[in-house]
């Protein structure tokens, strides 16, 4: 089940009804955003499981190397109500805080921790659930509902059992462009194993139908779509340049991604940039430091630069 909110028609056309992967898939478009816990709720109707069955729901923007089977031992071997897969981070500052107790039994649901001392842990919500069926019944249903912020503590206040799996694996969010890129880098270097990319991995991924010249350097789990073109003497580092997309000669792109159908001057330097699809940025520009240029939009030779000529 495939519950889509925001730019929910571009999923079917790409999976179908998911047996080219050896899936059954339906969709469950929301009408309106129902945040995290409304989602769930949202496509419960569809559900054929029974009521103590489990039912395993996975966010869509997470990047993991999640054993799935590991937590489904966990989750019936402790017979809880919701087990959470939960990861350790460096800097929990930016995440809500799970802690457990001996047994991997889920305490707390801590919001963001604003002081050193709020730091009890650093264990933080990775976005792979499993639910009793009857639990996703209670979440309240045609409004918007956040599973972390409602849902779980609410649960854990009515004495539920909540338990967490906690494991080092590969582990990223990917909710911004510059997390999207490192995402892809990772794969393609094999940072995050994944069947799903073809072929070897390296320092490249250059997909058929693409057409990189004999001097251009592509590095750091670089990504060239199908049909793009990479110019002599270009230098692209743990970028990602989408379907159709050209890079002229002699420019030199680190750490962003390029649109389908972009097009990116002789010359231009890239650190950190976005290029949306089908923008045209001219010679020699320079753009850094999370720039973004939008879709279909037109950036002249020479008409930005962030460091001086000299």
Not at 150 to 177: I, R
């Amino acid at each position: 089940m495939l519950a889509t909110s925001y730019l929910a028609e571009v999923f079917e056309p790409h999976f179908g009804d998911g047996s080219s992967l050896g899936l059954h898939i339906e969709y469950v478009t929301e009408q309106e955003p129902l945040g995290t816990g409304g989602a769930i709720r949202n496509v419960a109707a569809k559900l054929s499981s029974g009521p103590d069955e489990p039912v395993l729901i996975f966010n869509g923007d997470i990047l993991t190397g999640l054993d799935i089977r590991a937590l489904v031992t966990s989750h019936n071997d402790s017979g809880a109500d919701v087990s959470l897969h939960l990861t350790r981070v460096e800097d929990p500052r930016a995440f809500g805080l799970v802690p457990t107790d001996a047994t991997g039994r889920v305490t707390a649901f801590l919001e963001k921790p604003q002081t050193p001392e709020e730091i009890v842990t650093d264990q933080i919500n990775a976005g792979a659930y499993i639910f009793r069926r009857s639990v996703i019944d209670t979440i309240p249903e045609g409004r918007p509902v956040s599973v972390e912020r409602e849902t779980f503590p609410g649960l854990l206040a009515s004495g539920a059992h909540l338990q967490g799996m906690v494991d080092s694996t590969y582990w990223l969010d990917l909710g911004t462009p510059q997390a999207f890129v490192r995402g892809s880098a990772d794969l393609v270097m094999g940072r995050a194993p994944s069947p799903a990319v073809p072929g070897r991995c390296g320092d490249r991924l250059v997909l058929e139908t693409a057409t990189v010249a004999a001097d251009a350097k592509l590095t750091g789990g670089t990504v060239v779509g199908a049909g793009a073109v990479i110019g002599a003497g270009a230098r692209i580092d743990g970028s990602t340049v989408l379907a159709g997309a050209v890079v002229e000669a002699g420019a030199v792109i680190t750490d962003s991604l390029i649109g389908a159908g972009a097009r990116i001057g002789s010359r231009t330097v890239l650190n950190g940039a976005v290029i949306g699809d089908g923008a045209q940025v001219g010679a020699d520009n320079e753009l850094r430091d999370g720039v973004r240029i939008w879709c279909g939009a037109v950036l002249p030779d020479a008409s930005i630069r962030f460091s001086s000529d000299q």
